[in-house]
T-cell receptor, first 111, second 111 residues
Framework: EPEVTQTPSHQVTQMGQEVILRCVPISNHLYFYWYRQILGQKVEFLVSFYNNEISEKSEIFDDQFSVERPDGSNFTLKIRSTKLEDSAMYFC?????????FGPGTRLTVL | RKEVEQDPGPFNVPEGATVAFNCTYSNSASQSFFWYRQDCRKEPKLLMSVYSSGNEDGRFTAQLNRASQYISLLIRDSKLSDSATYLCVVNIGNYGQNFVFGPGTRLSVLP
């Protein structure tokens, strides 16, 4: 069964550093998403991506964040100048239309 | 008012019980609705989409009342494996996909 994969599973970084989280969506899916979930809190939408551009983004997704689909398979989330409060689980998801399939997540720890 | 609200829980029920989850949403323009489940420290997994006519999948029944902006999920004959957090999800996107997750209701099915 096809699945969304994410790397790394855990990323530890120093405050102020840049991180890139990577995702490989399901191959025939058209929509791609990033979410974050701070420990003990709800899943929060960051951004959706369709046809090689951002289609929707939340208030959380400010200039610190960017997304890219550098080739036909990868979908990345870049976080610049990380802050302590960026520590969270980051989930990638993909869908044909509305029904999303999530990857296992990358746990980001900012020290 | 929060965009998606759910019963705070947790629900602790014996095996075989019927359990109902409630969800309300604030954006009347919302177009699509879903239930996901999330196991501890795992990614959300799609349980079912929710249609205006209501839909059933085995032991699970979902209902949507657009007039009341209310969504429900009923689990019959609950199993130990149903223990998880149940997430109500609403697409509020104007131009694309912008999914708002509720805070979730945790269910523990007890032997």
């Amino acid at each position: 069964e096809p699945e969304v994969t994410q790397t790394p599973s855990h990323q530890v970084t120093q405050m102020g550093q840049e991180v890139i989280l990577r995702c490989v969506p399901i191959s025939n899916h058209l929509y791609f998403y990033w979410y974050r979930q701070i420990l003990g809190q709800k899943v929060e939408f960051l951004v959706s991506f369709y046809n090689n551009e951002i289609s929707e983004k939340s208030e959380i997704f400010d200039d610190q964040f960017s997304v890219e689909r550098p080739d036909g398979s990868n979908f990345t989330l870049k976080i610049r100048s990380t802050k302590l409060e960026d520590s969270a689980m980051y989930f990638c998801a993909s869908s044909v239309r509305n029904e999303q399939f999530f990857g296992p997540g990358t746990r980001l720890t900012v020290l | 008012r929060k965009e998606v609200e759910q019963d705070p829980g947790p629900f602790n029920v014996p095996e075989g019980a019927t359990v109902a989850f409630n969800c309300t949403y604030s954006n009347s323009a919302s177009q699509s609705f879903f239930w996901y489940r999330q196991d501890c420290r795992k990614e959300p997994k799609l349980l079912m989409s929710v249609y205006s006519s209501g839909n059933e999948d085995g032991r699970f029944t979902a209902q949507l009342n657009r007039a009341s902006q209310y969504i429900s999920l009923l689990i019959r004959d609950s199993k130990l494996s149903d223990s998880a957090t149940y997430l109500c999800v609403v697409n509020i996107g104007n131009y694309g996909q912008n999914f708002v997750f509720g805070p979730g209701t945790r269910l523990s099915v007890l032997p």
